[in-house]
């Protein structure tokens, strides 16, 4: 068999892996040191390097497209390189599809692939002319999927209890829902940032955190209670090329969908165990949402 033709044959295997969202199989078709660039996140595309990374970047990216069609464009082979053009039909938001179009750079070595490089294209932007009050806010967005949830224990700082959970934009179990630098990065900026709740005042000691690694970037909520039923946050986020350098965001973001679920259950758990009579501190502690896929 030429070396076309085996990588021919490596990269049918993989599309076909692709399509059926199996990543195992994906993963017997690379390279130990493959290099795996999204066609999301920043840079503007977030890059995995090595077999650990690239199998959390092929779940992620998986979890994150929710493909209805699947159309195999052009391919063109270049010893052991690979141009192959896709397209696939992604939902609207409207009971239709729009057609999403893009490319990927594929190097093989030894009947494996060694890189995959994806490019795609931005949606179209609304023309000139249109007055910017009738310009939509965003593209629509992706269907929801569901995300894995865990328990990451109670921060404890001396006089500050943090519930803290951790959130994986993939629900594969093979990929490790957080790294252990990233987790404890979290856990010391979100100290450094509870000085905010002594300035504020009024609170309880009390609070929790949710550490969610999604595709663009680590976020952390920072919540606590305070006044007897406000709920304070602040917000920080790492980057993709510096996953345990937390930063404070200072845009007038809050949370998304599925950290929002975590929000609603830490809200009837304040009720449930701290706006009654006798304030349960430690049941408050002890109530969490359960690990799982949400």
Known sequence: MSSEMRNRATYEAFARAWSEKDVSRLMELVTDDIVYGASVGPEPGRTYRGR??????FADILAYDSATGVHAGEQTFAEDRLYAEWAYDIADGRGGTRLTRGIDVIEFRDGRISLKQAFRKAPAQARAEVP???????????PYAPRRFASLGVWDYGDFKLKAYGIKVSPEP??????????DA????????????????GH????????????????????????????CQLLSSSTATAPAIFAPVTRPLMACVWELILIGHERNAWVRHMLKPVP???GYLADRLADGDY
Do not use: F, K, M
């Not at 650990?52 to 970047?57: I, K, N, P, S």
């Open 132 to 142: 910017a009050s009738a310009l939509p806010l965003a593209p629509t967005p992706a």
């Open 204 to 231: 309880y000691g009390l609070g929790y955190a949710i550490l969610h690694a999604g595709i663009e970037a680590n976020w952390l909520l920072v919540d606590w209670w305070a006044h007897g039923d406000i709920g």
């Open 280 to 282: 349960d501190r430690a």
């Open 52 to 57: 650990e990374e690239a199998r959390q970047g």
């Open 186 to 201: 979290a856990r010391t900026h979100a100290g450094e940032r509870l000085s905010a709740a002594g300035r504020e005042g």
């Open 174 to 183: 093979a990929v490790p829902l957080l790294s252990a630098d990233v987790v």
